[in-house]
Nanobody
């Protein structure tokens, strides 16, 4: 099994920055797609970003975060990061990392992932 633990969330002013971490452990945790999702109160779970694998440098982003969020390459091989810049109140949500994308699954479809972290809260006050 794969264990995922998110951290780095908190409250930050608009236009500020946060860096989220997703620590992965277990067999083959650094293989395959890893993604970030978020869920605001009363909203559905939405896809944020995907890396082909930890440290791959091949990444994809939703339109809502493109140009503001990045998944940086890092020498820490067991951790997926999300660098969040120019934060807005609309970014307020619980952020989750996920992996274990099924064969032929869509990277933006949450139901196609097998492993999930517990989430970390990001709050951007208005």
């Amino acid at each position: 099994q794969v264990q995922l633990v998110e951290s780095g969330g908190g409250s930050v002013q608009a236009e500020g920055s946060l860096r989220l971490s997703c620590a992965a452990s277990g067999s083959r945790y650094n293989s395959g797609y890893m993604s970030w999702f978020r869920q605001a109160p009363g909203q559905e779970l939405k896809w944020v970003a995907t890396a082909i694998s930890i440290g791959s440098g091949i990444t994809y982003y939703s339109d809502s975060v493109k140009g503001r969020f990045t998944i940086p390459r890092d020498s820490t091989k067991n951790t997926l990061y999300l660098q969040m810049n120019s934060l807005k109140p609309a970014d307020t949500a619980m952020y989750y990392c996920a992996t274990g994308l099924r064969d032929g699954g869509a990277i933006s479809r949450n139901s196609d992932y097998s492993y999930w972290g517990q989430g970390t809260q990001v709050t951007v006050p208005s």
